[in-house]
């Protein structure tokens, strides 16, 4: 018996490595290959079936096919051609893999316990914890933290320490909740902050801030290498330098010499294997680690046993004390008094009636602990900042000092003093790299095993852990170290020792160690992550010049991004202080993380269809006091360098604007766009426009021909020069058939507007209509063209110069019928005469602009000239304007009264006024009367429809017909009056028309002129002669558009009357007001 059942298409699970491709190309057709046999052998259905399937099913390939594929979903057939089913979508989103390019080349071609070399397992499986957690806790926790975290509290204070360490760490918590909102919003590609950016803000603010967050890292890299420098240098082997002269410019240039070769060295290491850096990262995390809990083992070993760490002080002033070992001026050496290794540093001799400094004789020396103890009470003295300028001696306040002159300079290499000018806002800029690093967690977003869940907790919850690490020990340091300790920012006074290592338990060589491998690490990690950050760039192709650095080796290792990290990064270097390096990388990082915040903000209020992040946490308020919070620290930390980091920005953006690749990445700067031009539309639909405020809105009415090209691009470059880029213009085109059949000739018309406008420097909008015909096009456009408070106020359009010779004037028809269209609908007409004449946007023309004011308009006849002057094109042109004085008027009041008006108008302009005096009408006029009513007559009665012509056809096959029966029926004997049988009605009325359109020919010549008509030509041949006579030599003519005639019987002498007024004119303007008052006199 026959069982019913469902076929559903299913991927093979072991198909293959195209399995995304094949779920693409499921579609129920496929089954046919399946049930081919069954279906030949089960033939029980019959013709009945499957001619009731036939609209749906193409069983062309085999008529008799009694199978009919996937019949479940036959009704969407047509659909499945283009779209997936959704069990093709499933299957391809469950197979989607999105291993960053890094991680396949980290641990490709990995060997296994056999030697067998295994191809990388392609599913992500980090956790949260070795995903995001320990990356973004090594990224965070480094240098500052060892090398600078005692002296800024020593410098600051412990309140002004914990109030920079709070401000840091509440803009990066904000961030991260921004941050995490983004990256819980869809799937988040490797690219990490770059990527959140560039789809959010768009490309332009993408580049711009990708390429600080680059620089940022790169930079980063260069503080790290001066700090392991600086590690070793200071602590490890101090003797191991280049320079010895100098004090201060020998540092430095050991710094310089000793960090290009780390640079150089690290470089190779990244070169050269990638993957042995990211498995050395959990050793570098470790030391950090080891590094932390020996400071807070040797916290709680102060309250039981301080350190035997002492400081030497002289008076109050804090000493250097690795040249020796005794803090006493004599000493009792076998029962004899002998000076100590201290005196002959302050005396000429080390002998005891030497002459030394004043100072020295006069204050004694103290010894006290370096690491009173938790319980010492030392917090007190610790509370408050200690600021100071570059060369200040480190004292401590409450012991006492007897006062002396002024010591030489080598006396005073001997005390601990300030190497830099310090105050608040430097500490700002110094700290804040110590909490950069959150976003380590969303550049791998690619090897997470659930990266929405991942990233925010992870994020949060290593800055929630290390801002408890910052906090704690501000208060601990303060605590527990002596003040002077604390603003020694080298530890010179403990012995060459790192302060916090003094702190440490069990040794300070535990902080050194740790310190240095985690500066290391820190600084292979930004070597690694910035050529890639540009390269990721580079492959955007957002800025064409970074092209080249998309590339790299066969492996996808980002050689030249690399060179170009390295150059900059050794910029870093030869600055040679981390003091200095550390707010450059402050600014940029803190740019970044402003437009985190900005991006989350956007999405968040612009509330579009696509922001659904899964972490529900976030807020805009709190994004936008991250962001607001991120540009104070700019400017608190460094203004200057803001100001430069802003500039540069900037630039990049106007760069990518002007010259990058145009991406669509539905950001939500976009968004916001189309927002303020939904407010901006409403407000100016509530409010009618003043005349202050208008200016030409223009349609601009283009004809394509045969190819779809711009037949006229010089109409064009004459809206631009008019517009001056300012205003609405939109170039419109109809083509003559249905959307069905011409739908992609529009499309294609459409795209070479838009490049014909942008070769021609046109800004505004292109639009290409079918209709059944051009009348109707056009006026569909005049009609409903711009949105708003945004629509046209002006039509501007070629003057058809082919009028005289079109079949049947449908162009003189389309011509008038606009002009009436346009006068109905209130608007401003402007007809360009010669338009291919006009001048391109590389011309420079010297000459003058005329003005013939006949009516008054509006004023728009005055404004156009004022307008196109704007252009460099016309810029060097005079405007000159023409009236008429009838004999009745004042021609000298008449000019200045037309001069005080202009003056009140502020146009610069020469007035002429024209008399033109009553005359006869000549009998040229008359003759040219008469020849247009002749040739207008005769085009009526030559005017066939093709109904008529067909018909006329039919007539005189009639008549060969029937005067070929005639004569048979003559020969056959018949009558002829059987003839007039074929003549129907509609026959007899052609006859009688033809017989008419004779009798009309002769009376052709015959006929007299109307009298109206004569009149009309009167004054069109009069005032083109004086036009001709004035400025037949300017540069461009603007002349009032009379009106056609108000009845359609006049309408086929209209365009001669304006071809007369035009002649013997190259470039003329015809200019018809929209019945506004478009210019006014006051302010």
Known sequence: MPTNFTVVPVEDAEGGSNGAGAAGDAKPVSLDKIFREDANEDNSQGDDVQGESSPFINN?????????????????????????????????LANYTNLTQGVREHEEEAENEDGVRRVTVTVPQMGTFIGVYLPCMQNILGVILFLRLTWIVGTAGILGSFAIVSMCCICTLLTAISMSAIATNGVVPAGGAYYMISRSLGPEFGGAVGLCFYLGTTFAGSMYILGTIEILLTYIIPTATVFKEGEDAATRNNMRVYGTGCLVLMALVVFVGVKYVNKLALVFLACVVLSIMATYAGVIKTIIEPPEFHVCLLGNRSLKNEKFETCAKMELVKNKTMTTELWPLFCDSQLPNATCDEYFILNNLTEIRAIPGLLSGVIKDNLWSTYGPAGMLIEKKSQPSAPAQEAVDTYNKHYVINDISTYFTLLVGIYFPSVTGIMAGSNRSGDLRNAQKSIPIGTIMAILTTSFIYLSCVVLFGACIEGVVLRDKLGFSVKKNPVIGVLAWPSPWVIVIGSFFSCCGAGLQSLTGAPRLLQAIARDGLIPFLQVFGHGKANGEPTWALLLTVGICEIGVLIASLDAVAPILSIFFLMCYLFVNLACAVQTLLRTPNWRPRFKFYHWTLSFLGMSLCLSLMFVSSWYYALVVMVIAGCIYKYIEYRGAEKEWGDGIRGLSLNAARYALIRLEEVPLHTKNWRPQVLVLCKLDSDLAVKHPRLLTFTTQLKAGKGLTIVCSVLEGTYMTRGNEAKTGEQNMKAAMAAEKTKGFSHVVVSSNLRDGFSLLIQSAGLGGMKHNAVLMAWPAGWKQALGSSARRNFIETVRETTSAQQALLVAKNIDHFPSNTDRLEGNIDVWWIVHDGGLLMLLPFLISQHKVWRNCKMRIFTVAQMDDNSIQMKKDLQMFLYHLRLD????????????????????????????????QMQLSRTEREREAQLIHDRNTASHSTANDKAAGTTPDRVHMTWTKDKLINERNRQRENMAVKDLFNMKPSQSNVRRMHTAVKL?????????????????????PKSKKGDENYMEFLEVLMEGLDRVLLVRGGGREVITIYS
Not at 914 to 940: C, G, N, P, W
Request: hydrophobic content about 35%.
């Open 1024 to 1044: 083109n002669e004086v036009v001709v006579k004035n400025s037949q030599s300017s540069e461009l003519v603007l002349l009032n558009m009379p009106g056609p």
């Open 909 to 940: 302009a020469e007035v002429e006024v024209v008399e033109m005096h009553d005359s006869d009408i000549s009998a040229f006029t008359y003759e040219k009367t008469l020849r247009m009513e002749q040739r207008s007559q005769m085009l009526k």
């Open 60 to 92: 062309s390939e085999n008529d008799e096919e009694p199978y009919y594929e996937g019949k479940n979903m036959a009704l969407f057939e047509e659909e499945m051609d283009s779209n997936p089913m959704v069990s093709s979508l499933l299957n391809k």
